[in-house]
């Protein structure tokens, strides 16, 4: 498993749709998470240290765990079947590990409230992660003799660089 932090929520300004962007701890790579609105909201009011004069149902979750006595270990992005992104929230209750079954962006909307780790099973990452390459690590690829220049054009990930740059972040919360 990787460790993995939420690097921002942004929005397609065009489509109106959501994404989360999680970024590993450790290098450059990243996973996105197309989420629908009010778990966008509920991520970026708690990333933007914003709070709600009544708890938000993330909130509401967060201190029913609490007052049951269990703490919130981690959240796991653990598959990715058809499309479809799956997660568990890690309790420890009393010393008994339990999973619970849950839409990612309702586990990490959960998670950046109670300041757990976030982590991204290998194989998910393998099918939908995105690692972005420095103009130098481009540079410095050896290409096989033969190859026409336009063959040698390194896989870059530059689309996802100008497609994220096209994102906007929910700076602002009634955006639409």
């Known amino acids: ?29 990243y996973l996105f998470i197309w989420i629908a609105h009010p778990e966008a909201f509920a991520i970026a009011v708690e990333l933007q240290g914003t709070t709600s004069p009544r708890p938000l149902t993330h909130d509401l979750l967060k201190n029913i765990i609490t007052e049951l006595g269990a703490k919130i270990v981690s959240i796991v992005v653990s598959d990715l079947i058809d499309e479809i992104y799956y997660a568990r929230i890690v309790l420890d209750v009393d010393g008994r590990h339990v999973e619970i079954d849950s839409r990612p962006s309702d586990a990490i909307a959960l998670a950046v ?43 870059n990930l530059d689309a996802y660089r100008d497609f994220i740059n096209s994102l906007d972040a929910l700076d602002e919360f009634g955006k639409d």
């Open 1 to 29: 498993m990787v460790e993995m932090t939420v690097e921002s929520v942004r929005i397609n300004l065009a489509t109106q749709q959501r994404v989360v962007i999680l970024k590993s701890t450790q290098q450059e790579r």
């Open 113 to 155: 409230r109670a300041k757990t780790p976030i982590y991204v099973d290998d194989s998910v990452l393998e099918k939908a992660g995105v690692t972005l390459e420095t103009t130098e690590e481009q540079s410095q690829k050896s290409w096989p003799e033969g190859k026409e220049e336009k063959e040698r054009e390194p896989d």
